[in-house]
């Protein structure tokens, strides 16, 4: 089953808005395999950006993401990875379309409270990079045929 990588950034938790996060992707019918709250370390964070390193917001973003306590989810589901983005939203929240996370919650690039995994692959490197095997857990929805045909 597919999985993706999603992550409630520092202003998205100290905003309140873990449990609204939380209840989008549950009530859309992804399954929650992982989850845990931290505070990240500059190497975690300069990994996980490390495509963005040359970038001029790069440093501030660092900065941003090591600044306060974030929450790291792994989601599953069919085509988690594409819908998670939709539901997340564009990257600017004043372009994000209503309706979506960002689009309902931010105002600004450098305050756009989640990140998502933006393609399979990179699901999979980021998956690994912020869990372990054994804090993931394999279950199965006991409401499952009522998702899939
Ligand atoms: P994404 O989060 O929608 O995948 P990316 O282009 O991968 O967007 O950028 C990673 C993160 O870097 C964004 O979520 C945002 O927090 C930050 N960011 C991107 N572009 C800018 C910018 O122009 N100014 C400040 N921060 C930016
Ligand atoms: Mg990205």
Redesign the pocket.
Known sequence: MERTFLMI?PDGVQRNLVGEVIKRLEAKGFTLVGLKMMKVSRELAEKH?DV?KE?P?FQ??VEFIISAPVVAMVWEGDGVVASARKI?G??NPLTAEPGTIRGDYGVS??R?LI??S?AIETAQREVALWFKEEELVSWELAIGPWLYE
């Open positions: 950034k950006y963005h970038r917001f501030g973003l997340i564009a990257t690039i450098g756009n990140h998502g933006d």
